[in-house]
């Protein structure tokens, strides 16, 4: 099988955007990725994942009930979750934006009924 540029699927490298498959910093030594763009070493499926990929497929698994994927009640993939998840908003900034969007979207609905 061939991509269109003379590379077989077998010999290509994974990228998203600009971001090659490669281990950031850390990841390998025990810490948990942080960014969905970051890569680790997935123990239950022996290889390298971006870190949306893991989330992606831990969730799906999870919230469908599939026993039958390797994500299902994945502990690593617990753990990354809980990683992301705890340090996606340490500075209150998303609650702020969102809570900013709300109250002017209420301006608007309600300068818009009068």
Same mark, same amino acid.
């Given at each position: 099988? &061939?991509?269109?540029n003379?590379? &077989?699927c077998s010999q290509m490298s994974f990228v998203?955007?600009?971001v090659p498959l490669t281990s950031v910093p850390g990841a390998e030594n025990g810490q948990r990725p942080l960014r969905l763009n970051e890569v680790f070493h997935c123990e239950p499926r022996r290889r390298k994942l971006y870190l949306v990929t893991c989330l992606?497929?831990?969730?799906n698994a999870n919230?469908?009930?599939?026993?039958?994927?390797v994500c299902f009640e994945c502990q690593q993939g617990q753990?990354?979750?809980e990683s992301f998840a705890a340090d996606a908003d340490?500075?209150?900034l998303l609650d702020s934006e969102i809570w900013g969007k709300l109250m002017a979207e209420?301006?608007?609905t309600e300068a818009g009924q009068s």
């Open positions: 099988m &061939s991509n269109g003379g590379e &077989s998203t955007g600009d992606d497929d831990y969730m919230a469908l009930r599939v026993k039958s994927m753990q990354n979750r340490v500075e209150g209420l301006a608007a």
